[in-house]
């Protein structure tokens, strides 16, 4: 009987043992906070040798910043504050006329081209890269869910200059819409050119465009 019992002390104390040590290293181990300036200097650090025309787009400008702090759920003052902010930006075609040509548009909602280190041709031009994110004419049958769908968008939303502007904004800085949007911001980031946006605008609202052709049964 005391041969059991004599083990109890010693395997008491192994486990103690053990148990310090895996306490130890667990505390060893624990990783201190990551903050916001230890990411920025890791993605520099990443992309040291990139032009500077890539490294600066590594600093982010206020209101990619303020999304970032807020995990991009503002409240509604920094929102607001954000919206008149980006809404100043918005650069309007000098004759007011919104609505450009729907083919051009279609040609760009369908074109990725731009911003990769494989497009290297400075005689083409930025695509919208729109299919990407939001499902446009119902013919087409390739397309990301990121956006909501627009097909019938212009259909829905009628002919009138508000509902035409509002579109025309949307492209232009999807930030002056939606604070914290995951929407690019076409025009204010110099991606893609006023002419471009209209086009643009013509290929969502037009009654021709086929995003407003009625799907077929
Ligand atoms: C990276 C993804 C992405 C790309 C690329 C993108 N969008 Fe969007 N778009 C969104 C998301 C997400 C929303 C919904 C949230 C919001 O309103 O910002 C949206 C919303 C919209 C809306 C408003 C829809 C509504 O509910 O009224 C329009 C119009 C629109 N996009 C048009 C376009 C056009 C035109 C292009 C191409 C030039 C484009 N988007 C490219 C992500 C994208």
């Known amino acids: 009987m005391s041969g059991p019992r004599r083990l109890v002390l010693p395997l008491v104390l192994a486990l103690a043992l053990i148990g310090a040590v895996g306490w130890g290293v667990m505390h060893r181990l624990r990783l201190p906070a990551i903050t916001h300036a230890d ?5 520099a650090a990443s992309w ?9 787009r590594l600093k982010q400008d206020e209101t990619q910043r ?19 902010r980006e809404r100043k930006r918005i650069v309007y075609p000098p004759d007011g006329v919104l609505l450009g040509d729907w083919k051009r548009g279609e040609a760009l909602a369908q074109s990725g081209y731009g911003g ?24 087409e049958i390739s397309y990301g869910t990121l956006g909501p769908s627009l097909t019938g968008y212009g259909r829905a939303r009628g002919a009138s200059a508000e509902a035409r502007r509002a579109v025309y904004d949307k492209i232009y800085d999807a930030q002056a819409v ?14 893609l050119t006023v002419e471009q946006i209209r086009d643009l605008v013509a290929y969502v609202m037009s009654p021709d465009s086929p995003v407003n052709s009625p799907a077929k049964p």
């Open 39 to 43: 990411i920025d200097a890791a993605l």
């Open 48 to 56: 040291s040798t990139a032009a500077p025309d890539w490294k600066a």
């Open 66 to 84: 303020d999304c970032t702090e807020a995990r991009n759920a503002p409240d509604a003052g920094m929102s607001e504050a954000i919206k008149v």
């Open 116 to 139: 990769r280190f494989t497009d290297t041709n400075p005689a083409q031009a930025n695509g919208g890269n729109c299919y990407a994110c939001h499902q446009l004419a119902a013919a």
């Open 178 to 191: 939606l604070a914290c949007s995951s929407m690019p911001r076409f025009g204010a980031s110099g991606f």
